[in-house]
């Protein structure tokens, strides 16, 4: 709101902080960070308990009325949503724990041990506990919370803990070690790994592939300019590229850690480790996803030849110093633009660095400090960096839609009007300057998380007009309607990210050919060079234009019948063999499969089409014994349905917000099946705890295709959202 717009010292905006969350150390005899009941053996995502027992502790929870009154649907959503209520902070956004990656807390803790900036001994012994819950028994840590142990995850994990105070002899160094040891050592670790081994002194430059500065100077019709790649791709590699030119590392000398560390880390002795044979030797094998394809093998060896060049010839050290301005006044335009939030918690630290190794004393350096809170986040296996500072405007959006769907929401209308401020008030109302730094425009968007970081989010603004317009149509919330201007808006955002192959990207419209893959230089992650159309931003797209265009046909309405018709076209052409969807960025056929068939439908496709009937036919083939669903997250790598190992799968639930995917896409479709429907609805219902709540099962978010990421508020807001489908879909049977 206005009233919490924040200036500092010299009256420059700090952001509207609307949807911040920051954990604050507040007294010792508080409850501490970790807790007994969390054993990552059984399920290493944490529930969130430690913010949910606070929230709660907030609030009395409200009577139920007897279950005679309703029938068991309604009456579990109403327990369902009572408890959620509860949750929600008072700007009106949800909060919840976005852990998940294993390469976050390296990159803050490395950068604070160079800066010398303290995080505080509860935020530092708090990573260590976080550390120390998610080592695994081979004594690796894997690239996420629920994979197997990798190079990246370990050497970085390790690194981290001696860093923030363990003791080389402690048990978990110790085994960590071995691990590191056994699989060649740190030399065989992927490249963002040696890159921060580089800025701490314990990896040699020599070893590492060139970033070169150059890159940003290239003219802009350049094939493969960085000004073409995926944003976060781009936005990682532009420090990175200044710190490299600059050869940026703490001085070692005097350090004993780090001079320990060098020691630590390597097989041999770090005096004889063979530098340039490093920088060709790929990652160990068990951390490569994709292997760095030959043009990129020769563009190396290329550039190294360059690298040796560069120093001697006076024109290139000029144009690498021209380059290097750039790329660095390109890192303040992306702090200022962010509030110092960024696009990501990877360029987030790297940029905090850059600036330090500009001007250690400089504003822009300190303006960071205050912003790495907000990427923290405390439950009960210790404290951890978040995949973002948040996903506050993506869980609320959801748990609007969900409320909506029951046909009880009037009696949430406070939640819903809190709701509809935290919507309204995380749109991003201005444009920032676009071609110097390749952005496309943002005014009219919604980002994923709150609006001060200025980065929109196709689908995520998608979320918000529907939102808007659902909220709009309820009597009691008219008065706090988004303004029609800012409706038109996010549309015209929204079609102004429309793809030629007819498909939505996520931040921009795709700036170059998959060819641009032949240059990934990370063997950790796929597809990450290119902004594709994906199958969930495009549905969330088309089903936005289409309740946009329902309730105002008068604007735009034929760019929007055309862009919905490309729209419906890009899904279909996506579809898989068996008839599902691969999801991107959630867990996986399930996900997209409910996506496509709720955008195919928004695009008038009728449930009788055989793309809608074939997917029904392969949700209902995955449909479990117990009535519910359950897919690994294999399926997000190997690109096929799986539902984990044979052994174990006989023992294992079926997945509680799995199979509310599964139950929206298939009450979207109109299945007549009754019975599957009926039985998805019970399991779904069986599992709810009895204050309300529902279990933190396995992780269902993922992105870069092999990383896992947690979203807590989906165990509450997807059996919600489905059982109030399934409620109003069988609303004239007693027997709800
Ligand atoms: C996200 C989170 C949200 C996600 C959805 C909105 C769900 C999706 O539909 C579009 C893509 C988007 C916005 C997305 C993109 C990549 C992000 C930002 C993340 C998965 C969260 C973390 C991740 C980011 C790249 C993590 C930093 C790591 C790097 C490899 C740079």
Redesign the pocket.
């Known amino acids: 709101s206005d009233e919490s717009v924040q200036k500092d010292e010299k009256g420059q905006l700090t952001g509207s902080l609307v949807g911040r969350q920051v954990w604050r150390y507040v007294s010792k005899t508080g409850s501490s960070p970790a807790d007994d009941s969390f054993d990552p053996h059984i399920n290493p995502n944490a529930a969130d308990k430690p913010l949910r027992r606070q929230l709660l502790a907030r609030s009395k929870a409200k009577d139920q009325p007897e279950e005679r009154e309703e029938g068991a649907t309604v009456s579990c959503l109403r327990k369902g949503l009572s408890f959620y209520e509860r949750l929600q902070c008072d700007d009106g956004h949800f909060a919840g724990d976005y852990g998940g ?1 294993h390469f976050l807390i390296p990159g803050l803790v490395i950068a604070c041990y160079i800066t010398g900036h303290d995080l505080g001994e509860h935020v530092k012994r708090g990573l260590c506990v976080y550390l120390r819950n998610h080592q695994q028994i081979d004594g690796g840590w894997g690239t996420h919370i629920e994979g197997a142990s990798t190079m990246f995850g370990t050497v970085l994990s390790y690194v981290s803990l001696r860093l923030l105070g363990t003791d080389k002899e402690h048990k978990s160094c110790r085994l960590a070690r071995a691990f590191i040891h056994a699989h060649g050592g740190a030399v065989r670790s992927p490249l963002w790994c040696r890159f921060w081994l580089c800025v701490l002194g314990v990896y040699e430059w020599d070893g590492l592939m060139p970033i070169p500065p150059e890159l940003w100077g290239l003219p802009r019709w350049f094939p493969f300019h960085p000004g073409n790649v995926w944003v ?2 781009r936005l ?1 590699k532009l420090p990175m590229s200044y710190l490299y030119g600059k050869r940026y590392s703490k001085d070692a000398a005097n350090d004993t850690l780090v001079l320990s560390l060098r020691t630590e880390l390597y097989t041999c002795p770090y005096e004889r480790v063979d530098w340039a044979k490093a920088r060709q030797t790929p990652s160990a094998d068990i951390d490569c996803y994709v292997e760095v394809a030959v043009p990129m093998k020769v563009l190396i060896s290329l550039l190294s030849v360059y690298e040796r060049v560069v120093p001697h010839v006076g024109a290139l050290r000029k144009f690498r110093s021209a380059c290097m301005r750039f790329a660095m006044e390109y890192v303040h335009h992306e702090d200022a633009f962010s509030y110092y939030i960024c696009i ?4 987030k630290t790297l940029n905090m660095l850059c600036c330090f190794a500009e001007n250690p004393k400089s504003d822009e350096y300190w303006k960071h400090i205050p912003r790495l809170a907000d990427y923290l986040w405390l439950a009960e296996d210790g404290i951890k960096m978040q ?2 500072c948040g ?1 506050q405007l ?1 869980d609320t959006a959801f748990a609007c839609q969900a409320a909506l769907s029951t046909p009880i929401h009037s009696d949430y209308t406070p939640m819903l009007r809190k709701i509809q401020a935290f919507v309204n008030n995380s749109q991003v109302c201005h444009d920032v300057p676009t071609t110097k730094y390749f952005r496309h425009n943002c005014k009219g968007g919604w980002p ?1 998380t709150v609006g001060d970081q200025n980065w929109p ?1 196709s ?2 603004t998608a979320e918000g007009i529907k939102c808007s317009i659902a909220l709009a149509q309820v009597d009691a919330l008219k008065d706090g309607s988004l303004p029609y201007e800012r409706m038109c808006d996010g549309i015209d955002y929204i079609l102004s990210l429309q793809n030629r192959d007819g498909g939505w990207a ?1 931040y921009e419209p795709t700036r170059g050919s998959p060819l641009y893959e032949l240059l990934n230089p990370c063997e950790s ?1 796929g597809d ?1 060079m290119i902004d594709y159309s ?1 199958t ?2 495009t549905s969330a797209c088309v089903t936005a234009l289409g309740a946009f265009s329902r309730v105002r046909p008068e604007y735009r309405g034929s760019d929007i019948e055309r862009a919905i018709r490309r729209g419906r076209d890009f899904i279909l052409a996506q579809q898989m063999e068996d008839g599902s969807w691969y999801g991107s ?1 959630g867990v996986c056929f399930t996900y997209a499969s409910w996506f496509a068939i709720e955008g195919l439908r928004a695009c008038g496709v009728a449930p009788s089409h055989t793309a809608i009937q074939k997917c029904v036919h392969m949700i209902l083939s995955k449909q479990r014994a117990d009535g519910g669903w359950y897919e690994s997250f294999e399926s997000c790598t190997t690109w096929k349905y799986d539902q984990g190992p044979v052994r174990e799968s006989a023992s294992r639930q079926s997945n509680v917000i799995q199979s509310s995917w599964a139950l929206l896409a298939l009450l979207e479709a109109e299945c007549p099946d009754k019975e599957a429907l009926n039985l998805a609805a019970q399991y779904i219902m069986s599992r709810q705890t009895s204050d309300g709540d529902w279990p933190q099962e396995n992780i269902v ?1 993922v ?2 295709r092999s990383v896992g ?1 947690t979203y807590t508020a989906y165990r509450n807001v997807f059996p919600i959202w489905a059982l109030g489908k399934y409620a109003q879909h069988t609303k004239h049977s007693p027997s709800t």
Request: hydrophobic share 40%; with cysteine.
């Open positions: 990656p976060h791709a990682v990501g918690p990877v360029n995949g973002e996903s993506w994923f989010v689908d995520c996520t992650f990450i994906y969930e931003c960025w978010g992105f870069n990421i």
